[in-house]
């Protein structure tokens, strides 16, 4: 088993909204995570994504991606959301994913060394949802856009 399904059942076991929403970790590299998501049990009355269900993948794939790039800077830390927003710019009509990517490199490490001297730091992440079949390099505009900002506490 591959750290990605690891990570995949503990945050199933965890988080059980994920399972029910069928939310799946296709790809990490250490820079960026895919997450993706079937429309059906994440539908709403008109036959799209629902709001909340299109949010938490969008979640999701920021707080993964945190966690597992903390996991790689060898710091046990805990992830939480501090404050997000979205911004829906099409309806969701089909399977969908989520693309975080970490900030600039240099940015990164200035928030690595601020949770290793402090014991907790902040930094924000955005996601980029997308219709179709999952992938890195999405076929067409993103239908919404995620910004959030993230708090680490060393443990």
């Known amino acids: 088993m591959s750290r990605l399904d690891d990570f995949q059942q503990r945050i199933h076991d965890v ?4 399972h029910a929403m069928g939310t799946e970790l296709l790809h990490y590299d250490g820079r960026q ?9 994440n539908s709403n009355h008109q036959g799209t994504g629902f709001g909340g269900a299109v949010y938490s993948v969008a ?15 060898a ?3 805990t ?17 969908f994913f989520a693309i975080c990517q970490l900030p600039e490199p240099a940015e990164w ?6 949770l290793k001297r402090r014991g907790r730091a902040r930094v924000a992440l955005k996601s980029g949802l997308y219709c179709g079949t999952p992938g890195l390099e999405p076929e067409g505009p993103a239908a919404a856009f995620f910004e959030g900002r993230f708090v680490v506490r060393a443990r």
């Open 109 to 114: 490490e200035r928030f690595l060394t601020m």
């Open 15 to 18: 988080i059980p909204l994920t």
């Open 79 to 95: 992830v939480v959301i501090q404050s997000g927003s979205m911004d829906y710019g099409q309806p969701v009509d089909s399977d």
């Open 33 to 41: 995570l895919l997450v993706g998501a079937p429309l059906a049990p």
């Open 59 to 73: 979640v999701l794939a920021a707080w993964v991606l945190i966690e597992l790039a903390v996991e790689d800077a």
């Open 75 to 77: 710091v046990d830390g």
